[in-house]
């Protein structure tokens, strides 16, 4: 084991020396508006002066703009708004040559003479230059127009390779095959902005040479990311400060159908975010239905989500749905969703955190429904050398998390909000009703003499006590509460803070209070290139179960076993778990700019060499790339399993989307989610009883 961690600490260290030659190759001169800096996933404001490297992705929005200069002086490049560029370039015979992407939007390039090649290229065409300035602008579906001011550009079909030389005071039009239409350059097509920009004087900027590992030094992260997190959704894009979008669709709640007529509109100003999520269930009477409006929880579910700024921030909060929410490393709650019934049942959450003005302190707490206050967890992290000028340690983190649930038997689904679980709801989606004997018990009585002559075996025969006791119908004040609390102390220790490179090591224990403990030790860390990964050794005691509070937990707190009629906690499984210890790992890569894969792996050896093993994976598509489609990703978990012979287990779930452009501003989206309540208690997935799925369809719109 000791040679496997210091193989690994080599070969981190090894890329570290490695990539700290890595040059940028551009930098931003101007910055204007709302523009977005896009490095391996990681989205964050673009600032003038900013160091640009292969694969970094510029994107403007709404009346916004920004310049780019190539970092051998050779080239400069004016985005327009809304807007998208991948900046690339390459080494040969010691010329630095550059090939960028313009996937939307438009540019505006000055290339000096006698430079090396210089290339854009959009998803139809591609135009090469040696030494001119021209106007370049690509649509949704292709259609490419280019502008010679000076020089030559040599234009080609990237479908059918058809080619032609652009002329100074010459337009090129292509959809990427077929005759590439040549016209003189019509000076009314250029709008007046577009004309004043590109004639603007910027003032220009020193280019920076690379510095030192030690003058790149960052600030550490507070806790690692696990994997490379998708921005989370809101319901539409930044097209402004004022957003709306929405769908049309047909919902099925018990027996009946609804037409579902949605808005989302969404407000930005600054760090301020307001989204809503209202919906109409409409029924085939044309009425809306009643039950969603009722009450005050049904307002307070129409929030999607409210946030101002966000972690690493002096303050920071969003209120809201939460699609995966991490506290610590992992070992306490790792990935929680308060969606995971969303949009049918919908919950909103609150994170508050910031920096305290203490040690580099920082605190964070959580809540996953505000009404509720049900599930619970907060964290708080400390730097205690932060004063000092101690070399490495003066970074060291040590940090506290807990998360808590009141009570894990609420976690049965009640769809209409009248205290009876659905499964001993006869009535589930009808407040008013939760029995089938609402109605007058003499009535029977009087049959019952009428048969029989007397009343003596009617107590018998009708289970009376059991009606009247709610022992049939048992509600959520019949059972005894089940709390459980879990909490840790982890630390993190950042070997190497380049902005091309990121190497920390950290540790971690937890507990679930009643039960034992587990720990990673030791755990590894690392950003670069393209890649984020974790490599940790966990050792696990009896009772105990990792990342307790998971993607699952809402479907897992309560299960009732339909054999028995018997309410099941996740707690009462901990007496199920043996020890063991092994490996984690993760890995996530932005591939080519097209695909961004995660996958993680668990390998636990209990005694006796029994396997306990988990698997997670995801994978969600670029689909710039592919014409039409706006949407695409699928990902699968299953966990505690020994061998994966069962693709379908209690602890599993597959879930997927998919986006097609209808045209305009409207799109056709799909999404799918399947997931498994082992009710008969077997061991086995069968029938459609115990296959949870949920499938969506609808048409949705943004403006």
Request: proline share 4%; net charge negative.
């Amino acid at each position: 084991m000791n040679r496997k961690i210091f193989l690994c600490i080599i070969i981190e260290m090894v890329l570290a020396f490695n990539l700290s030659g890595i040059d940028f190759i551009a930098q931003t001169l101007k910055v204007k508006g709302v523009v977005n800096l896009t490095r391996n996933q990681q989205i964050s404001p673009a600032l003038v002066g900013d160091r640009l490297f292969n694969g970094d992705e510029l994107e403007t929005k709404n009346e916004s703009y920004a310049a780019v200069k190539f970092a051998d002086q050779s080239s400069l490049v004016k985005l327009f708004p809304n807007s998208i560029l991948n900046i690339n370039t390459t080494q040969e015979k010691g010329k630095t040559d550059k090939k960028s992407v313009l996937k939307i939007g438009e540019l505006w390039a000055k290339v000096e003479k006698g430079t090396s090649k210089f290339e854009i290229e959009t998803s139809t065409t591609v135009a090469s230059v040696k030494g001119t300035n021209f106007l370049m602008n690509v649509t949704e579906e292709g259609l490419t127009n280019l502008y010679s001011f000076e020089g030559e550009v040599h234009f080609q079909n990237k479908l059918d390779g058809e080619t032609a030389l652009i002329r100074a005071g010459q337009r090129g039009t292509s959809t990427g095959q077929g005759p590439i239409l040549i016209t003189a350059i019509d000076p009314n097509e250029i709008g007046e902005s577009t004309s004043t920009f590109i004639n603007e004087e910027l003032e220009p900027i020193e280019i920076e040479e690379p510095e030192q590992i030690e003058e790149q030094e960052i600030p550490p992260i507070e806790q690692p990311e696990r994997e490379i997190e998708m921005p989370e959704e809101e319901p539409h894009g930044d097209a402004g400060p004022f957003n709306m979008g929405g769908g049309v669709g047909t919902v099925m709640l018990g027996d009946n159908t609804y037409t579902q007529i949605r808005l989302m509109p969404e407000l930005v100003f600054g760090k301020f975010g307001l989204g809503l999520d209202v919906d109409f269930m409409i029924d085939s009477n044309g009425n809306v239905r009643k039950e969603d409006w009722d009450d005050f929880e049904d307002y307070v579910n129409k929030i999607y989500y409210l946030r101002y700024g966000q972690r690493g921030d002096s303050f920071y909060g969003r209120l809201g749905g939460f699609k995966s929410y991490t506290l610590g490393h992992g070992l306490v709650m790792k990935d929680y969703s308060n969606m995971l019934r969303y949009p049918e049942y919908k919950q909103i959450g609150i994170q508050l955190g910031g920096k305290l003005p203490v040690a580099g302190m920082t605190a964070e707490i959580f809540t996953a429904n505000a009404v509720k206050n049900e599930i619970l967890g907060g964290r708080l992290t400390i730097k205690p050398l932060n004063n000092t000028e101690i070399p490495l340690f003066k970074n060291l983190i040590f940090g506290g998390t807990v998360a808590h649930d009141r009570n894990q038997v609420n976690g049965l689904l009640d769809s209409d909000d009248d205290n009876y679980p659905d499964y001993f709801d006869d009535y589930p989606y009808d407040e008013n009703w939760h029995n089938e004997i609402d109605y007058n018990i003499e009535d029977e009585l009087a049959e019952y003499i009428s048969i029989w002559g007397d009343s003596t075996g009617f107590h018998d025969w009708f289970y009376y006590d059991d009606y009247t006791n709610g022992k049939r119908n048992p509600s959520f004040t019949d059972f005894e509460e089940d709390a459980v609390t879990v909490f840790g102390v982890d630390y993190e220790l950042p070997l190497v803070t380049n902005k091309l490179f990121y190497l920390s090591h950290y540790g971690e224990a937890a507990q679930i209070i009643d039960h034992k403990m587990g720990f990673i030790f030791p755990g590894f860390y690392s950003k670069f290139l393209i890649f984020h990964m974790n490599l940790e050794f966990r050792i696990y005691q009896d009772d105990f179960i990792p990342a307790f509070f998971d993607q699952l937990y809402d479907e897992q707190r309560a299960v009732v076993y339909t054999d028995i009629d018997s309410v099941i906690t996740k707690e009462t499984l901990l007496k199920d778990m043996t020890k063991s210890q092994g490996w984690y790992g993760s890995i996530t890569a932005n591939l080519l700019n097209f695909i961004y894969l995660t996958v993680a792996y668990e390998d636990m050896y209990g005694e006796d060499d029994v396997n306990f093993r988990s698997l997670w994976g995801k994978a969600s598509f670029d689909t710039k790339f592919i014409p039409k489609l706006t949407k695409a990703e699928i990902g699968y978990t299953q966990t505690g399993f020994d061998k994966l012979n069962e693709f379908k287990t209690p602890n599993a779930v597959i879930n997927g989307s998919l986006g097609y452009a209808l045209g305009g501003s409207t799109q056709l989206v799909g999404s799918y989610q399947e997931r498994y309540v082992d009710l008969n208690n077997d061991g086995k997935i069968k029938g459609k009883d115990e296959t949870i799925t949920s499938m969506s369809m609808g048409v949705e719109f943004s403006f």
